[in-house]
């Protein structure tokens, strides 16, 4: 498997989940919880993986910066609709509408993903280094899923600074 087969993998996996929430009966709370954490879990190590692995790779390369940049921006968003649907699942209040924004900004992302950064990508990379950058990918995701939300707020921030800045922060971690 190559980085871009996983990435897509990985999106359709996290759509088929989003149209399930937000089909969801109001008063499936159980269901609600488990299916918010069961998208968090997908959603978050894919992005910081994303970032890490095949974001980072593109800007060593130094094209295509404004697409990078531009979804770094989306992540962020729909990391703030993520945590108003986690708050909004416990407090119960406009799960529903939160859910489908989520929807929405991710179909989006996703889409400028597949359509424009990926193409990109593809004429950056060999095939090996497509494989090599899967591998990254699939081994980071374990490791983010077991993180909180500060130290994937952190990772985040360190994956968008210049290498040599986010040593420090990358230092700055909370599992030691
Ligand atoms: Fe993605
Ligand atoms: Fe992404």
Known sequence: MDIYQALVKDHRK????????VNLDESDSDV????????RDELIPHSRAEEAVFYNSIR????AQDLVW???EEHMQ????????????KIDVGFKKTAEKLRE??????????ERIIPVARQLFTEDE?????E??????PEVREEGIVQTTLDMIANMMPPRLAAPLRTFTLKS
């Open 32 to 39: 609600r919880k488990e299916l918010t954490d069961k998208i």
């Open 105 to 114: 900004a991710l179909n989006h992302h996703i889409q400028e993903e597949e």
């Open 60 to 63: 060593a390369i130094n094209t």
């Open 130 to 134: 497509a494989r090599v950058m899967c």
């Open 14 to 21: 996290v759509q088929d989940l989003l149209n399930v929430l």
């Open 78 to 89: 729909a990391e703030a609709l993520l945590r108003t649907l986690q708050a909004a699942e």
């Open 70 to 72: 531009h979804g770094y």
């Open 136 to 141: 990254a990918f699939e081994e980071m995701k």
